[in-house]
């Protein structure tokens, strides 16, 4: 599975972004997805996961109100969609895709993470 970000910029505080997330390769394998920050000197932080039809999202409290996150499985593509947007909310953000772990024959192996390389998001106040 690869996974490719685009719609980072740099916006102004309370202005919105539209963030893509494109997946190719073995796309009929993915279980769920999620997007994922990082902001320098910060670890990694969780921002929101979509289950594999969209039935089930989950947004962290950060952002709750103001971020959505979707999905269209017939463009092998996952959105977050961001409104009033806050300088604190700079960050690169990343794809994540995990399938899950399978079996076959006595070898048995675990769920598999796979990332994207990031797209830089900047709120300027």
């Known amino acids: 599975v690869q996974l490719v970000e685009s719609g980072g910029g740099l916006v102004q505080a309370g202005g919105s972004l539209r963030l893509s997330c494109a997946a190719s390769?073995?796309?009929?394998?993915?279980?769920?997805m999620a997007w994922y920050r990082q902001a320098p000197g910060n670890q990694r932080e969780f921002v929101a996961s979509i289950s594999t039809h969209g039935g089930i999202t989950n947004v962290s409290d950060s952002v709750k109100g103001r971020f959505a996150i979707s999905r269209d499985n017939d463009k092998n593509t996952m959105y977050l969609q961001m409104h009033s947007l806050k300088p604190e909310d700079t960050a690169v953000y990343h794809c994540?895709?995990?399938?899950?772990?399978?079996?076959?024959?006595?070898?048995?192996?675990?769920?598999?993470?796979?990332w994207g390389q990031g797209t830089q998001v900047t709120v300027s106040s």
């Open positions: 994540n895709a995990w399938t899950p772990g399978y079996c076959s024959g006595y070898d048995c192996y675990p769920e598999s993470h796979y």
């Open positions: 390769g073995s796309t009929s394998s993915i279980n769920g």
